[in-house]
């Protein structure tokens, strides 16, 4: 046996992946593709790559040495379950099988039991980077035994991306950990995404403001503590003209946003966690609206305000804006590093917060010069309860909180949506609040419910007979 290292599925990510695998020193890959076709087509294209063909799963099992490992890049679902069932009937005890596929980190801690079984080693590795970071360095999330990782660790490092001079990897935690995390950024990912585009039209209605000077603006931010790969390509796509019709491209491209799930699966999850990401889900929910053509044609006859923002100073708005992007983002990314803390009690992982804004400094879509602070907050205090709280970022609300709240209120009063900025900021407040309204609707629970409350005077639960004479009475918790 000559190869080190499989990967299994050679579409855009497997290609990408063995490619750079195989660039490094001391890897040699070999490659497997269901249509052997894309395997001769991978090998004839890259022949500087040195890849081992495996024709079959027999033949990619023969060519490695033991402990054997297989990056599985199929699509996600069925086929990785096939794959995985396929590479077990060939693999021994001891070997590593590694989905890097967009799995749900349920479907990863159930692979997990059943290969474990057998003795191989199942990891589930959250990739982010799209193509380019699968050939040019990934940041990786991988999952799975420590013991597993002692033999992965080495060959990751050599590929994941570097940020500051460290490869952005690290084992996050046993069976579906890697992938949970992979999960948690994209939806921050898309929280992200949906600030910026607020942001954008905010700017762009409020001021009138042409794409292109807004690119300009972007890129302004991208030179201070906004800067991130998504500030970044946004300046790009805003200042794209398009060829057809001369018009900016950002105008012609039609305004319905797409999604593959992972977004979807965060909230769903945190949902169950009892943790509120309202920042991700409103980005879910403003893609969802705005892939819902008929609602929108009804809806573009409903009343809206009777006169358009009024800006006086067009720079003080514009900085009004990034203060208030910058405080949306910090509240994002805080129910994000939530999610995460609240998903390691629930499923029993040691998750280094910490190490993970770290691994995310380079290679993946939310790539930033802010997550350094992360890493900071959370090394200084392990057990930060809520990443908004850290001192670092207090004072970012401090600075930003007055520009944050005018934003959103001329946008209320304006009649431009921002879901996310408002959600944002109601989150914050419901943080801050010494006493919420929680109180009302228990006392609403306990009307038509008999739900019972406790009292902030008194041990032990409570229920008010509503429909006798309304005295109260110690209860047995119910609910
Ligand atoms: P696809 O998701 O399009 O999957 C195509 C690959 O899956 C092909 O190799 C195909 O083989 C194989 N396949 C499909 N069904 C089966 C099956 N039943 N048995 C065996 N093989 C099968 O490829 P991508 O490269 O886009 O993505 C691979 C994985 O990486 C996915 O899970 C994706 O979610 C994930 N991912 C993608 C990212 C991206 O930016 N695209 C980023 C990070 C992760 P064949 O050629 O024979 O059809």
């Known amino acids: 046996p000559t190869a080190n290292i499989a990967v299994v599925g050679l579409a855009v990510m497997g290609s990408n992946l063995a490619r750079n695998l195989a ?18 087509a991978l090998l004839e294209a890259h022949p500087e790559a040195g890849f081992v063909k495996a024709a079959t799963m027999q033949e990619l099992a023969d060519s490695l040495q033991t402990p054997r490992t297989a990056i599985v890049m199929v699509k996600a679902g069925r086929p990785t379950d096939a794959v995985i069932d ?24 159930r692979r997990e039991q059943a290969v474990r079984e057998t003795g191989i080693h199942f990891v589930g590795c ?50 579906g950990a ?6 948690i950024h994209n939806g921050i990912e898309y929280a992200d995404m949906q600030l ?11 001021t009138g403001k042409s794409p292109a000077e807004i690119a300009d603006i972007f890129t302004e931010w991208n030179a201070g503590e906004l800067e991130s790969y998504l500030i970044e390509i ?69 009343p809206g305000p009777s006169t358009p923002w009024s800006v006086q100073d067009p ?14 983002k910090v509240i994002a990314y805080s129910q994000g590093f939530d999610a995460i803390v609240q998903g390691a009690i629930d499923h029993d992982w040691q998750i280094d917060k910490g190490e993970v804004a770290r691994i995310w400094r380079g290679g993946c879509i939310i790539r930033a010069r802010f997550l350094n602070r992360i890493t900071e907050a959370y090394a200084a205090d392990q057990g930060l309860v809520a990443l908004v709280t850290a001192p670092f970022f207090s004072d970012v609300m401090a600075t930003a909180q007055d520009s944050w709240r005018r934003i959103v209120a001329g946008a209320a009063q304006s009649g431009i949506p921002v879901p996310a900025f408002a959600s944002s900021l109601a989150y914050y407040d419901g943080l801050r609040a010494p006493r919420l309204p929680a109180s009302l609707i228990q006392g609403q629970r306990d009307f038509f419910g008999a739900h019972t409350y406790r009292r902030i005077d008194a041990e032990g639960t409570f229920h008010t007979l509503w429909s006798g004479d309304r005295s109260e009475i110690a209860a047995e918790d119910t609910h």
């Not at 890697?178 to 999960?183: D, Q, T």
């Not at 992972?262 to 920042?279: I, Y």
């Not at 708005?317 to 992007?325: I, K, N, S, W």
Request: charged share 20%.
């Open 196 to 206: 910026i585009a607020e942001a954008y039209d905010l700017i762009r209605h409020a």
């Open 126 to 175: 959250g990739i982010s980077g799209g193509e380019e970071g699968a050939l040019n360095g990934p940041s990786l999330m991988p999952g799975g035994t420590p013991e597993s990782y002692e033999t992965l660790g080495p060959i990751l490092r050599g590929i994941a991306a570097i940020a500051e001079g460290e490869p952005c990897v690290t084992h996050i935690g046993t069976d």
């Open 23 to 40: 660039s490094r020193e001391g890897n040699t890959v070999a490659v497997y593709n269901r249509t052997t076709a894309k395997t001769d």
């Open 234 to 302: 946004t300046a790009e796509v805003l200042r794209q003209v398009d060829a057809t019709t001369g018009e900016p491209l950002v105008d012609v491209i039609l305004d319905a946003a797409g999604a593959k799930g992972t977004g979807a699966w965060t909230v769903q999850t945190a949902l169950d966690l009892g943790v509120p990401v309202s920042g991700i889900a409103e980005a879910v929910f403003a893609r969802s609206l705005s892939s819902k053509p008929q609602q929108r044609a009804a809806g573009a006859a409903l």
């Open 315 to 328: 720079d003080a708005f514009v900085e009004d804006v990034r203060l208030a992007l910058y405080a949306s």
């Open 86 to 109: 396929e590479l077990v009937s060939v693999f021994e005890p001891g070997d590593i099988i590694v989905d890097g596929g967009n799995a749900l980190f349920t479907d990863t801690i």
């Open 178 to 183: 890697g992938h949970f995390v992979k999960m």
